[in-house]
């Protein structure tokens, strides 16, 4: 999480060496990046689908599927193109590097999904995020441990309300003081530890 979470201080130029023109294309649209693991997403699959195509036409968002994880045991994709399969209106987006994923979550107007990495890159970046921890106590952990009003950032898969609450209401300063606050602890780590 350390190394992570300060990535939009040491990432910036690589974006326009690493990101397609197809992808400079997607982020001409407010949109929310949505990404779950495959067998970590909703049981009821169908009514998630029309709960967050709910939320995105209520906030004029599209919804851009894009895993995360594609290694064994990951394996987003799956679920992902299954989602596009059955609502068309939501675009699939297989990244080409972590870059292009990095990228369009820092793009994006809200991150939800189940990957602790996606969550630390929208905290990077200073974008609103959402997830489901059911399936992944690690997420609730994290937040947990590291934001005031964590009951606000996580939810169960059907608590869509809660999810546009904290859209609606995300303040953009207190997570930029947050997460000043703590990338300071985190170089003040790094510092001792590669102290000569």
């Given at each position: 999480p350390d190394s992570a979470l300060i990535m939009s201080d040491l990432i910036s130029s690589e974006f326009n060496y690493y990101v397609s023109k197809e992808l400079l294309e997607i982020i001409k649209f407010k949109y929310a990046f949505v990404q779950f693991g495959n067998n970590k997403g909703p049981d009821?699959?169908?009514?998630?689908?029309?709960?967050?195509?709910?939320?995105s036409n209520k906030n004029n968002l599209k919804i851009i599927l894009c895993p995360i994880g594609l290694a064994l045991d990951h394996s987003d994709d799956k679920l992902l193109k299954k989602i596009q399969k059955i609502e068309k209106d939501f675009l699939y987006y297989e990244p080409k590097n972590l870059y292009e994923i990095m990228f369009l979550i820092k793009e994006s107007n809200i991150y939800i999904g189940t990957?602790?990495?996606?969550?630390?890159?929208?905290?990077?970046?200073?974008?609103?995020?959402?997830?489901?921890?059911?399936?992944?106590?690690?997420?609730?952990?994290?937040?947990?441990?590291?934001?005031?009003?964590?009951?606000?950032?996580?939810?169960?898969?059907?608590?869509?309300?809660?999810?546009?609450?904290?859209?609606?209401?995300?303040?953009?300063?207190?997570?930029?003081?947050?997460?000043?606050?703590?990338k300071q602890i985190i170089y003040e780590h790094y510092s001792k530890i590669f102290k000569i």
């Open positions: 009821n699959l169908n009514s998630f689908i029309n709960n967050l195509k709910e939320f990957s602790l990495h996606g969550v630390i890159t929208a905290q990077s970046f200073n974008k609103p995020f959402f997830v489901f921890p059911e399936k992944i106590n690690k997420l609730k952990v994290y937040i947990e441990t590291w934001f005031e009003n964590a009951e606000k950032l996580f939810g169960e898969f059907d608590e869509f309300q809660k999810l546009q609450e904290h859209y609606f209401n995300f303040d953009y300063e207190k997570q930029k003081e947050d997460n000043k606050r703590q």
